[in-house]
């Protein structure tokens, strides 16, 4: 491919373009190749007569090839006839080499290996991998790694290089012999020649599984290297100062004594933490992480009004209008019974009240900002910023993150408050999340009922809209949630105004609104608006109703092709329900066929009420990329360890990373070299 070497640079006699191609599979020097392990193995220390052959799996025969034809029929292929004592054997190629022409003819004696089916015309292997071979050659003694690979770029030429490498010097282990002896962990060496070269009558099975030693060990400096980067990560910031926001709790006591309940235990665990890190001369970097409804917002808020109090500006950041303004109404109505001011800014706001923001912002005359990352542009200034808080983390980049840190001024960083709605798993937050301090919201407020789930098939539509006309006409409220589009925004819109129309021909007797993300500003709030206020009775919207819409009467919510969302967005927009006391109904609408995975995630959500065990059930499923989300640009994923099957692995290599980092910082220095070396991006944000 022309130009794809563009850029890319040699190392250690590789030229640019073979350089270029390794790197995509993330293989930029020497050691990286070492780390290239295999995905899987090949035996090839055993022959297998063709007639004990068993169907569906991979063996290795030797035949001698009886003849060999180029068909055209029913498309241009080579078949070649062969066969060992036992049996005959036809080997397929559609596609073949003129060097593969050459090899299967008449008389030649040929290893092949491949899988074996048995079809009308007796058992056959279609692509077979082929090696012309002397009568006697001995077999080899080892399995044979299968690499992962990319386009251009041959198994046997991978293999070629990392055999190479193994050739020279071995690794230098990282972990001191002491602690491996006591971990009962192999040398870095043994294991990483051992997974490339796995010894004779090791069976295939054992590494596969990667139960076996020398994975054990891999796993481990694999784990044991992201705790250490995030720890330090951690640190590094944790070592820059930030102003202390000492308060009395004037202020806050004064919010907490005009709520019209009190907090759950959880929050008020989770107020201490944060207020104790906003009291210290270093930047908190704390996640506040609850289920949806579990009152995130008022903590944020508390900690705002000790920032206040302390005599700093705070500001909220949420990552949608509809969010922001949820979250704005909501602490402005809180404020302004204290008498205190909320500046809002968001992209769609009009020129001159966002001047107006801005100025008052810039003069230090508000201390309160609510708004979306319209807040982090460059023209917005906080003189005196002491906290950030963010909603919804996980939809920022740690670009944003670390631009509202700039935001400080002064040279101290503000306090840093990051808020999650989807709960992360215990060993996700043990990984990927060790660079923060968690505080969980682990309590729902009391008086909340249980959203009963439905799975209706859409062919009962009808009665689905029935029950959506009966609800309303009680006085209750309903949303009423479009499907997903992934491949267009256009037809996912569409989607929503040929659903409104449609709902409102079918309910004439009640006011129907429409809400998606391609709306003006003003129009979206002034449809909430009205919703709020019980104006419109059904609300049809896309997905942007996802988070934090929080409207107390609405207790029906019907999501059409839910087998499209995921489950943390099924487990969000069931939770706009059930925020009253009124029995609340959330009925999931999927269209048949269903996928097998669409399947598992609406069996998850229909079983399970608690976040964290439908994330927990997500990890499983999709594995840990969504949760981290945009956190991921910046951080080591893991190649090796898998976070369900390695919890005692993680376990043991936390303990160490704290251990390592206190006493043998050269240790881990090395570690991080060898997996990372000097790759952790954008960690220290
Ligand atoms: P989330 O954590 O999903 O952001 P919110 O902060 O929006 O949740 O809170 C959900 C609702 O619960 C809001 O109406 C909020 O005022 C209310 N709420 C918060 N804390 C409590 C509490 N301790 N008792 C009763 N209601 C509460
Ligand atoms: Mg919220």
Sequence with gaps: ??????????????????????????????????????????????????????????????????????????????????????????????????????????????????????????????????????PGEPLPRALTPVYPTTAGLAQSALRKLVDAELQRKPLADPLPAGLRERLGLVALAEAIETLHHPPPGVAPEALQGRDHGAWQRIKFDELLAQQISLRRAYATRRARTSHRLVASGALTGRLLGILPFALTNAQRKA???????????????????????????????????????AGYQSALMAPTEILAEQHYRKIAHWLDALGLEVAWLSGGQKKRERRAMLDRLAAGEADFAVGTHALIEEMVAFPRLGLAVVDEQHRFGVRQRLALREKGGDGAD????????????????????????????????????????KLVADSRRDEVVGRVRDACLQGRQAYWVCPLVEESEALELQAAVDTHRHLCEALPELAVGLLHGR???????????????????????????????????????????????????????????????????????????????????LKVIFENRDGFAIAREDLRLRGPGEFVGARQSGLPMLRFADLERDVA???????????????????ADALLEIWFSGREGLLGA
């Design 414 to 453: 503000p306090h840093l408050l990051m808020m999650s709605a989807t709960p992360i798993p215990r060993t996700l937050a043990m990984s990927f999340y060790a660079d923060l301090d968690v505080s969980q919201l682990d309590e729902l407020p009391p008086g909340r009922t249980p959203v009963v789930t």
């Design 1 to 134: 491919m022309p130009g794809e070497a563009r850029g890319a640079r040699g190392w250690g006699g590789i030229g640019p373009q073979l350089a270029a191609r390794l790197a995509k599979l993330d293989i930029r020097g020497p050691r990286d190749l070492l780390l290239h392990l295999p995905l899987r193995y090949e035996d090839e220390t055993r022959l297998t007569p063709v007639a004990m052959a068993r169907e569906g799996e991979s063996c290795q025969c030797e035949l001698t090839v009886i003849s060999a034809d180029v068909v055209s029929r029913p498309r241009r292929q080579l078949v070649a006839r062969a066969a060992d004592d036992s049996g005959e054997l036809v080997l397929r190629f559609l596609n073949f080499y003129p060097q593969t022409r050459n090899q299967v003819s008449p008389g030649v004696r040929l290893r092949v290996f491949g899988e074996v089916r048995r079809g009308f015309f007796g058992a056959e292997m279609v692509h077979p991998r082929v090696r012309v071979v002397d």
């Design 271 to 309: 107020w201490r933490e944060i207020a104790a890190d906003m009291a210290g001369g270093h930047p908190m970097q704390r996640l506040l992480q609850g289920d949806v409804g579990s009152g995130k917002t008022v903590v944020a808020t508390l900690a705002m009004l000790q920032a206040a109090e």
């Design 519 to 601: 709306m003006k500003v003003e129009d979206k709030a002034g449809t909430m608006a009205a919703f709020v206020a019980g104006d419109i009775d059904l609300l049809v919207a896309t997905t942007v109703i996802e988070v934090g819409v929080d409207v107390a009467n609405a207790s029906l919510m019907v999501v059409e092709h839910a087998e499209r969302f995921g489950l943390a967005q099924l487990h969000q927009l069931r939770g706009r329900v059930g925020r009253g006391s009124d029995d609340s109904v959330c009925i999931l609408m999927y269209a048949r066929p269903l996928s097998a995975s669409a399947r598992a995630r």
């Design 649 to 667: 692995l993680l376990e043991r290599a936390r303990d160490v990373a704290t251990r390592l980092l206190a006493d043998d910082p050269a240790a």
